[in-house]
């Protein structure tokens, strides 16, 4: 995650702001804590509380994953460019059980993020998400189980599924094998 300075952005932005941690969290919903575990990468936040701070800053989330502030009218990432945040854990120091790739972190001005999510972790815990936008997931790899609100769909190799993302969602591993997914989020 230091690689995108997730955490120095962030405290970029609530600085500029003249927020307190304490401010910041009660308007996303967020401890103190996390926030200052976020700002001093401790934590390497979900997709869902990225795009959550994001729409509190107003903000779009490929801020965050941005390399520098010029803006491009395309962008061209190459697979060994990518970069990778390597395991999403929760403030409890328990993994959530997958990472992601950005595939755009140049281009700022967007109105999709699209990732490559890879599930392979076995996790303790099973935290759902909600977030405002939309979702779609494509499986390139394996066979996951999406829960959303109350149900468990299962989708395999070559499925996909496009939903609300303000519905509680998490994915998981159907079998504990690795799972490679296609995920494009909207805010």
């Not at 300075?5 to 405290?11: D, R, V």
């Not at 959550?52 to 989330?61: E, G, L, M, P, R």
């Not at 959303?148 to 079998?175: A, Q, W």
């Amino acid at each position: 995650m230091s690689e995108y300075n997730i955490g120095a952005k962030l405290k970029s932005l609530r600085l500029s702001k003249k927020l307190t941690l304490q401010a910041v969290a009660k308007e996303t919903g967020f401890s103190p804590a996390l926030i200052s575990q976020i700002e001093n990468n401790n934590v390497s936040p979900p997709i869902a509380t990225l795009s959550k701070i994001a729409k509190f800053f107003d903000v779009k989330i490929g801020m965050f994953f941005a390399e520098s502030e010029e803006e491009c009218k395309f962008e061209i990432v190459r697979k060994s460019e990518r970069k990778e945040i390597p395991r999403v854990i929760s403030p409890a120091g328990t993994s959530h059980g997958y990472s992601y790739e950005s595939l755009s972190f140049r281009k700022q001005s967007k109105k999709m993020e699209p990732f490559i999510l890879t599930l392979n972790d076995t996790v303790s815990e099973y935290t759902t998400y909600s977030h405002e936008g939309e979702k779609f997931l494509y499986i390139l790899k394996g066979t996951a189980e999406i829960w959303l609100d109350e149900e468990r769909i299962t989708l395999e190799e070559g499925d996909s599924i496009y939903f609300d993302s303000t519905m509680k969602h998490r994915f998981l591993s159907k079998n504990g094998s690795e799972v490679k997914i296609l995920s494009v989020v909207t805010q």
